[in-house]
């Protein structure tokens, strides 16, 4: 079994690399680890803009909602973890 702040680094890794103006993570409003990370499982990030706040011309809140699945064969998927936060964008 994989330490679950392990998972949570890889989604927010992902969410980076999917946002590229993506600052820093400025707070959580939840995180649910659904099931189990094991050794050897392949992780996917679903990422959603659930609400976006302007801050100023060149920053904004993102809300966001990472989705992780996780695969371990083939055609075995799972989500894994369903993870609500706030990051800091920049222009």
Same mark, same amino acid.
């Given at each position: 079994?994989?330490?679950?702040?392990?998972?949570?680094?890889?989604?927010?890794?992902?969410?980076?690399?999917?946002?590229?103006?993506?600052?820093?993570?400025?707070?959580? =409003?939840?995180?649910? =680890?659904?099931?189990?990370?094991?050794?050897?499982?392949?992780?996917?990030?679903?990422?959603?803009?659930?609400?976006?706040?302007?801050?100023?011309?060149?920053?904004?809140?993102?809300?966001?909602?990472?989705?992780?699945?996780?695969?371990?064969?083939?055609?075995?998927?799972?989500?894994?973890?369903?993870?609500?936060?706030?990051?800091?964008?920049?222009?």
């Amino acid at each position: 079994m994989v330490y679950g702040g392990h998972t949570i680094g890889i989604a927010a890794s992902q969410a980076c690399r999917a946002l590229p103006q993506l600052v820093t993570i400025l707070g959580w =409003h939840s995180c649910q =680890h659904v099931a189990p990370v094991t050794e050897g499982d392949t992780l996917y990030t679903d990422l959603e803009v659930e609400r976006l706040e302007t801050l100023s011309d060149h920053c904004s809140l993102a809300h966001l909602r990472a989705r992780v699945r996780s695969r371990r064969a083939p055609d075995a998927a799972q989500e894994v973890l369903d993870w609500r936060f706030v990051a800091l964008l920049v222009a």
